[in-house]
């Protein structure tokens, strides 16, 4: 069982925010960096979000993250279809290492 | 430009080792705070870290598994290997090496594989 808690899915029309949460605990994102994949139909994941709210170099700014506590989340505004994905939140733990959240897949209707 | 690229078998038989070689360019193990992971992905389902080896030799395992995993690394080569002992058909996934720099705010996979996926069947 993934130790961070996702959504299993989340969906809006394009041109609305989709918004998605991930709850983990003190040890993982209570106590460090939370980061947020992006994982195409067939595709390697690829790394979207870093330190909490960085974008990587290139991922647009409809995309953005925070952290509170114990908990994070991922919004997407101005949703494209291209955005149509599974997304997967990430933290170091301090016992289990890197551990990652079940995943959400984004749907745009 | 970095780049990664996972080889190894595509079927292994329950209890046989695996053993998936990643190779890699564009950077190099010896650099400090440079490392590699190997993370798995079953069909359907979530991303699992299985092992991390740094740059100072450092390695790191998934709990859950350690017992049946080993990482090196040949920084001669650009090359670094997982084994993974007594595979079962539940290890059946997609198995992606990736690179990661370490710095203050943790570990995070920047640059991936491909990915190779890996049945386990008799």
């Known amino acids: 069982q993934p130790v961070l808690t996702q959504p299993p899915s989340a969906s809006a029309t394009p041109g609305q925010r989709v918004t998605i949460s991930c709850s983990g605990s003190s040890s993982n994102i209570g106590s460090n960096t939370v980061n947020w994949y992006q994982q195409l139909p067939g595709t390697a994941p690829k790394l979207l979000i870093y330190?909490?709210?960085l974008r990587l170099s290139g991922v647009p700014d409809r995309f953005s993250a925070s952290k509170s506590g114990t908990s994070a989340s991922l919004a997407i505004s101005g949703l494209q279809s291209e955005d149509e994905a599974d997304y997967y939140c990430?933290?170091?733990?301090?016992?289990?290492?890197?551990?990652f959240g079940g995943g959400t897949k984004v749907t745009v209707l | 430009q970095v780049t990664l690229k996972e080889s190894g078998p595509t079927l292994v038989k329950p209890t046989q080792t695996l053993t998936l070689t990643c190779t890699f360019s564009g950077f190099s193990l010896t650099s400090t705070g440079v490392g590699v992971g190997w993370i798995r992905q079953p069909p359907g389902k979530a991303l699992e870290c299985l092992a991390l080896?740094?740059?100072?030799?450092?390695?790191r395992y998934s709990p859950s598994l350690k017992s049946r995993l080993a990482i090196t690394k040949d920084t001669s080569k650009n090359q670094v290997v997982l084994t993974m002992t007594n595979m079962d058909p539940l290890d059946t996934a997609t198995y992606y090496c990736a690179h990661f720099g370490l710095t203050a705010a943790g570990v995070n996979f920047d640059y991936w594989g491909q990915g190779n996926l890996i049945t386990v069947s008799s």
């Open positions: 080896i740094y740059w100072n030799d450092d390695e």
């Open positions: 990430s933290a170091w733990d301090d016992s289990l290492g890197v551990v």
């Open positions: 330190s909490n709210s």
